[in-house]
């Protein structure tokens, strides 16, 4: 068994969609990045690398890299879920905290969950996730942004 911690933040700004978890969710604001920003997914994507020692997003998907401009998280995840299975692993399961004012979690938290679990070939009782609000401190309180942190364990097969 093996377990790795992810976590990752983007800017809120305007003219851009929200994604989190491969969802897009309805809100006035989205987040800014070199792919489509989708906070949830790079925290997992982190915890899972980190659990095999392959460092961490940045390393495999570089923000340096003009031809995955604009890339989907989901492309990230999909990849990530390939390299645990070349390595002879499997995930055991997946806990990630998002941290926002707004919007509220709840509403998409099944939906969301479904979606990552569907792309990492789980079921859903091996996704988890919450939604905090930071009490209106701090950048995410302040609505300036989003931040998650994610655990994942892997197991040998």
């Not at 020692?53 to 879920?81: A, Q, R």
């Not at 299975?85 to 969301?112: C, M, Y």
């Not at 919450?130 to 998650?148: N, R, S, Y």
């Amino acid at each position: 068994m093996r377990v790795g911690i992810g976590y990752d933040v983007h800017p809120l700004v305007e003219g851009r969609q929200l994604f989190l978890g491969g969802i897009e969710i309805p809100y006035n604001k989205g987040l800014l990045g070199h792919s489509d920003g989708d906070v949830l997914i790079h925290a997992i994507c982190d915890a899972m690398l980190g659990a095999l020692s392959e460092g961490d997003i940045g390393i495999h998907f570089p923000d340096t890299d003009e031809s995955i401009k604009g890339i989907k998280s989901e492309k990230i995840l999909s990849h990530v879920k390939e390299l645990i299975k070349k390595r002879g692993f499997s995930i055991v399961n997946i806990d990630a905290v998002i941290a926002l004012e707004e919007p509220k979690i709840q509403p998409h938290r099944t939906i969301i969950r479904e979606n990552l679990a569907r792309v990492l070939d789980l079921d859903i009782e091996r996704v988890n996730l919450k939604g905090k609000t930071t009490e209106k401190l701090g950048f995410v309180g302040q609505k300036k942004g989003i931040e998650v942190f994610a655990v994942a364990l892997l197991e040998k097969q």
